[in-house]
T-cell receptor, first 111, second 114 residues
Framework: AQKVTQAQTEISVVEKEDVTLDCVYE???????LFWYKQPPSGELVFLIR??????QNEISGRYSWNFQKSTSSFNFTITASQVVDSAVYFC????????FGAGTTVTVRA | EAQVTQNPRYLITVTGKKLTVTCSQN?????MSWYRQDPGLGLRQIYY???????DKGDVPEGYKVSRKEKRNFPLILESPSPNQTSLYFC?????????????FGQGTRLTVV
């Protein structure tokens, strides 16, 4: 069985604060991929990043960074210096033989 | 332009009236799937297809049917819709056998069953 848990349902911050979204996953497979997607208020799903199970390097892309720790089965996502445009629902996803999503975290960034 | 196209984007229907939501992709992807999104539950997989004529149930298949007669199309059929199928639906596609490729999603279909 596989499972993705995003424990934070909603996070509200003031602009320029950092925000970290937690993602914990479960899988029996040794080869798998992890993803983050963003869903802005307009509703579409926007791919942000993927990471395979053999690559634990952290990654930074602009104000976004990801921390993958296989030992704790976590793939956390940090937005640095948040902006109002970051307001969205963020989904963590796990793919082995199928793609499964967490429940999502709603991030609200207030001006 | 590579894309997944769903139609319609919005649909209001009555209980019991059969409907079909179409999904088409132009990327020659083998793998296609349907998800429904409900508040607090994230995206839950309804059905998926590994290739033409190969379909399988996801996590919440009850009340839905699919078919995969052509590689590019993967329609979602609700034979007798009920109010609990009111939801936001997404179709997705990706290459099969390469798990490191992200899924490409359609723009979503917001279905209301009254």
């Amino acid at each position: 069985a596989q499972k993705v848990t995003q424990a934070q349902t909603e996070i509200s911050v003031v602009e320029k604060e950092d925000v970290t979204l937690d993602c914990v996953y479960e899988t029996r497979d040794t080869t798998y991929y992890l993803f983050w997607y963003k869903q802005p208020p307009s509703g579409e799903l926007v791919f942000l990043i993927r990471r395979n199970s053999f690559d634990e390097q952290n990654e930074i892309s602009g104000r976004y960074s990801w921390n993958f720790q296989k030992s704790t089965s976590s793939f956390n996502f940090t937005i640095t210096a948040s902006q109002v445009v970051d307001s969205a629902v963020y989904f963590c996803a796990l793919r082995d033989y199928k793609l499964s999503f967490g429940a999502g975290t709603t991030v609200t960034v207030r001006a | 332009e590579a894309q997944v196209t769903q139609n319609p984007r919005y649909l209001i229907t009555v209980t019991g009236k059969k409907l079909t939501v179409t999904c088409s992709q132009n990327m020659n992807h083998e793998y296609m799937s349907w998800y429904r999104q409900d508040p607090g539950l994230g995206l839950r997989q309804i059905y998926y297809s590994m290739n033409v004529e190969v379909t399988d149930k996801g996590d919440v298949p009850e009340g839905y049917k699919v078919s995969r007669k052509e590689k590019r199309n993967f329609p979602l059929i609700l034979e007798s819709p009920s109010p609990n199928q009111t939801s936001l639906y997404f179709c997705a596609s990706s290459p099969q056998g390469t798990m490191n490729t992200e899924a490409f999603f359609g723009q979503g279909t917001r279905l209301t069953v009254v």
